[in-house]
């Protein structure tokens, strides 16, 4: 990185997506001189006016914090290849006293684009290694490889544009959702304030409030179906936040 990364990244990025917003250049600012990434390199991408770090990004992170190792094993009670659905746990070790930091990551025709129909288990495991990554390197900012729906292939432009998805704002997606995720909690006794952490990582947003209705959706099926299949293994991803949390104070 040059001496002064952001002043690189804010040039390069004003040449790519033109002016952004005060706030978008704070972020901006925050990943270029904390975390060192490179727009020139691919480390950051700018989609429907919100940063994403790439896996690559998040790699040169966990080489420049000299990451101890990786780990990332096959969820097997949730993975169906017959049905191309996948789902991985990796784990992060910044050092070798480390007692890792968990992420997980799954991925079917459904939530990957078209594009990538047939990589799915690549995807999951992509998936995972990054969410355990951005967990122990602090990283908010969600990850491209993460994202389903920004992949689509673009409509032709004499198709009518879909409207965009309204945010949560705070309710869980509606009443109806909230209703239905409040229903799983109490159903399955989980602790609701985990749920919570894990519902924010699991959107890749920094709040719930920032998530979109379709995220929150697809966050609240997910987990009645992992609470349905594996209540243990579930209470051990949410426990996971606990053990970040401590980690982290």
């Not at 495991?125 to 673009?154: D, F, H």
């Not at 602790?191 to 697809?218: S, W």
């Not at 299949?229 to 980690?247: M, P």
Request: aromatic fraction near 8%; proline fraction near 6%.
């Amino acid at each position: 990185m040059p001496a002064n990364p952001y002043k690189t990244n804010l040039e390069i990025a004003r040449n790519l997506w033109g002016e952004l917003s005060k706030i978008k250049l704070q972020c901006l600012e925050e990943l270029s001189k904390k975390h060192s990434l490179s727009v020139a390199s691919g480390d950051l991408l700018y989609l429907e006016g919100r940063w994403y770090v790439t896996h690559a990004g998040l790699l040169g992170i966990a080489r420049r914090k000299s990451c101890s190792g990786i780990q990332v094993r096959p969820a097997v009670r949730f993975c169906d290849p017959s049905a191309s659905r996948w789902a991985f746990k990796a784990t992060v070790y910044k050092s070798p006293r480390c007692k890792g930091f968990v992420g997980y990551g799954d991925a079917d025709p459904s939530n990957v684009s078209p594009l990538v129909h047939g990589a799915e288990m690549r995807v999951a495991e992509t998936r995972a290694v990054n969410r355990a990554l951005r967990k122990a390197y602090g990283i908010g900012t969600c990850s491209v490889e993460e994202l389903g729906s920004l992949a689509e292939p673009q409509q032709s432009s004499r198709e009518p544009k879909k409207p965009p998805a309204q945010p949560a704002n705070g309710n869980y997606g509606g009443p109806k959702v909230r209703d239905r995720l409040c229903q799983i909690i109490r159903q399955h006794q989980l602790d609701p304030t985990l749920v919570k952490a894990y519902a924010t990582d699991f959107c890749g947003t920094k709040t719930l409030r920032e998530a979109r209705r379709e995220q929150v959706e697809n966050f609240v099926s997910h987990l009645a179906d992992w609470a349905e299949r594996d209540r243990d293994a579930l209470l051990c991803q949410l426990n996971s936040y606990v053990r970040a949390k401590e980690g982290a104070a």
